[in-house]
Nanobody, 123 residues
Framework: QVHLAESGGGLVQAGDSLTLSCEAS????????LGWFRQAAGKEREFVASISSDSENTYYGDSVRGRFTIARDNAKNTVSLQMNSLKPEDTAVYYC????????????????WGQGTQVTVSS
């Protein structure tokens, strides 16, 4: 099991950039695929991005591709989400998640979740 803790959320204006970070703890944290999901008020949880344990494979959701970048540092057991050109529709609680095995877009395949960090983008 991996414990995850997100940080870096906040209130920004449209067009701004923001970087989220997630620290993963546990002896085998570096062997897990990591992902970012988000959930806006009244909506279902949405896949944002995921990265394999060796950083060789990354996936992005259609709504963020080209604007967001996921990266990980296994030496520090962290995964980041660089968010550029933010839009009001990016407003959501962002969650970090971990799964053993390869990357996946499906939230049900992730066994460990952080508490989430709020990102609010004003117009």
């Amino acid at each position: 099991q991996v414990h995850l803790a997100e940080s870096g959320g906040g209130l920004v204006q449209a067009g701004d950039s923001l970087t989220l970070s997630c620290e993963a703890s546990g002896r085998t944290a570096s062997s897990y695929a990591l992902g970012w999901f988000r959930q806006a008020a009244g909506k279902e949880r949405e896949f944002v991005a995921s990265i394999s344990s060796d950083s060789e494979n990354t996936y992005y959701g259609d709504s963020v591709r080209g604007r967001f970048t996921i990266a990980r540092d296994n030496a520090k057991n962290t995964v980041s989400l660089q968010m550029n050109s933010l839009k009001p529709e990016d407003t959501a609680v962002y969650y970090c998640a971990a799964r053993s095995g390869g990357v996946s877009r499906a939230s049900v395949e992730y066994a460990s979740w952080g508490q989430g960090t709020q990102v609010t983008v004003s117009s």
